[in-house]
């Protein structure tokens, strides 16, 4: 009896160790910050949906499949780092409140609030929804060096990251593709799978 008596009480010290453990876990995690190299904002740190689901929930399709599902020019920008030509994109001078998604693979990239009116003619950005929703990369090509945007799981052309911009209420300007995005409502967010999303622009 006594021998029983006390593994009981030794399961009910570790089920109760583990709860604490578990506790402090979580809340270090939903507390987690990190500010954006580029910005100098703070923003989420890591890129995971509000709704429990991570990054392995977007997929890139074969580049055979790409084709069939994209435009030629959106294949060109996002599959080999074309530009769609200044004031032609759809997205240049949207207004629209909502979240800028990979046109490759639905992964969340941009937000609304950060778009901001630039006269170079392409869809800008301040920041990335996300510091781990895209990844750049030195581009030394046509004898300039810059700093290419591309999507983290897509690894989609987007466009270019410039400092020192006039017309950025940061300085930071993100200049992307329209090609390379495709715009998700915020009416329509919920519907679409985004609703997790909706505190982001409520907050804005």
């Known amino acids: 009896m006594k021998k029983r008596t006390a593994a009981v009480a030794a399961a009910l010290c570790a089920a109760l160790l583990f709860c604490a453990y578990t506790e402090q876990y979580s809340g270090h995690k939903k507390g ?26 977007y997929h890139k399709p074969p580049r055979d499949s790409l084709k069939q599902l994209l435009t030629a020019e959106q294949y060109d920008v996002t599959q ?13 001078d949207n ?14 990239l941009f937000k609304s609030s950060d778009k901001y009116d630039s006269s170079c003619g392409w869809p ?12 750049f990369i030195d581009d030394e090509s046509f004898g300039k ?8 799981i897509g690894e989609a052309h ?6 020192n911009d006039s017309e950025s209420p940061t300085g930071i300007r993100y200049c992307i593709n329209s090609a390379s995005l495709r715009f ?21």
């Open 158 to 163: 987007l466009g270019h990251v410039f400092e």
């Open 145 to 152: 060096t810059r700093t290419e945007v591309k999507s983290l």
């Open 95 to 108: 207004h629209e409140t909502g979240i800028y998604v990979d046109i490759t693979t639905g992964q969340p």
């Open 32 to 57: 987690r910050q990190e500010v954006d190299i580029m910005t100098g904002q703070g923003i989420d740190g890591t890129y995971e949906k509000k709704d429990g689901t991570n990054e392995n929930e």
């Open 184 to 204: 998700i409502p915020k009416s329509e967010m919920e519907e679409q799978g985004y609703g997790a999303y909706l505190e982001l622009l409520d907050k804005a």
């Open 124 to 135: 800008s950005f301040t920041a990335p929804i996300s510091r781990d929703a895209v990844k």
């Open 80 to 92: 080999n780092s074309a530009t769609e030509r200044a004031f032609t994109g759809e997205y240049w």
